[in-house]
């Protein structure tokens, strides 16, 4: 296979997963480790993809913002990992506070079950999830408040209507989905509107929780939401390597990793 066929093959895996492995792709394509590090330096170079240790993950341009749609279907298997890894540590009769987000929104899909929970969010997604007239109903289905707002393409809402009511709550925790964790940036999304209300949704919470699967790692969006200082806990997956592991435990406090069951993935 030509050097430009391999690129195209890796650009491609790239799109349909969002992070390729060195390993996994060399073995895929017949060739060494070190041709596939080669082939990932010279898509690095021309801003295709942004390598990473141990392999790749997709380059955005700062102030694109993927649908939420696309990336619902990518990393599948590490947002529920983070999902129940992140239900742990909710409690009974918390008031908890999830923004938008596709990982956020694997967590709102554990919590139609649990008892005396109160969500507040901006996210259309996950107050439907948690109000689907479909799902079964009880006494232990959780209260949800749903702010008003303009609507992103990560199914967010925005805006002063949202920052208004998201204003008025005081919450036990709040779980914010990013578009990146940087060490040098901390945690950014494209959307300048949808970063002043996560700052907004951060700031109601006794404690803030990042879910942000491992292809989040070095991204960066075009708008800050807040350091990684910060955060008080950050929940990731198995893929992340073990150098990103010792840089992020230098900014927080409270890391936690999340075992991924391919087995559990819905079909």
Known sequence: MLAVERRRWILDALQRDGTVRVASLAADLGVSEMTVRRDLDALDDREALHKVHGGAVSRHNRGEEPWSAIKAT???AEKIAIAHTALELIENGMTVAISAGTTTLELARLLGERS????????????????DPQRPQSPSNPEVFLTGGSR???DALVGPIADAALSTFRVDVSFLGVHGVDPEAGLTTPNI?????NRRLADIGRSLIVLADHTKYLEVGANVIAPL??????????ALPEPARIELADHITDLRIAPVDHDRTPT
Request: hydrophobic share 30%; net charge negative; aromatic share 2%.
């Open 229 to 238: 200082s910060r955060v008080d806990t950050l929940v990731t997956d198995t």
């Open 74 to 76: 990518q990393q599948r």
């Open 116 to 131: 005396s929970i109160t969500v507040v969010t901006n996210s259309i997604s996950i107050f439907q999830e948690l109000t």
């Open 193 to 197: 509107a949808e970063a002043q209300t």
């Open 152 to 154: 992103t393409p990560s």
